[in-house]
């Protein structure tokens, strides 16, 4: 009940701070403080939405398409990374530091190259979102099975238990709220890299979409398809929750 309460309270905080501030910016657009080709008022924002709408959808779809394959490219990546750097110490010390070093590197600098590569299809769009989205579950995965309780893995040693079945009942279970953490941050990385390699090249898209309504001074339009990417990445988050509670109902108990 009390656990219930608090969630309660803390959309009620959330809604009324994201009210407030659209108001502020109806506010500010009405007043003529800023240039409506600057800053759109979110009355036109909704129009724009609302006026584009079928459009929009068509666009997201191929997003939404794009980054459901590279996520899941991503995982499979991310999680056989994680198991072999795992298992093998110096696989672990040969490649951490390159895994690293690919996340040091600018997407918008990734994007043009793959893009020149692989043509304006889809390959190079699922390769940009699988370099963004392995990095969180392999590190969140490492981190779950080297938190593994050492002494259930001594227990299980000494009861003549191999190393896949340590794996198996003791360390895989025990990473699974670190890879939905993990898979929380990749699920929104896979929706923004979409977008981004869409910027660059390609036919469909909501990236391809705001680079032609910014070349039409419509920011109207370019406001309305920002917020569908958060809004997308937000549901996509929420679902990745409702996986976790699903998978791990004990956490959820109060």
Known sequence: ???????????????????????????????????????????????????????????????????????????SVGFLMAVIMERFDKVYKAFYPLIVLTQTIPTVAIAPLLVLWFGYEMLPKVILIVVVTFFPITVGLLDGFRSADKDMINLMRSMGAGEFQIFRYIKLPGARSHFFASLRISVSYSVVGAVISEWLGGFSGLGVYMTRVKKAFAYDKMFAVIFLISIISLLLMKLVEFLQRKSMPWEHVK
């Open 1 to 75: 009940m009390k656990e219930k309460l608090r969630n309660t309270t803390s959309k009620f905080w959330t809604v009324s701070a994201v009210t407030v501030l659209l108001i502020l910016w109806q506010a500010v657009s009405m007043a003529g403080l800023i240039p409506d080709f600057m800053l759109p008022s979110p009355i036109d924002v909704v129009k724009a939405f609302a006026g584009d709408f079928r459009l929009l959808m068509e666009h997201a779809r191929v997003t939404l398409l794009e980054a459901a394959l590279g996520l899941f490219c991503g995982i």
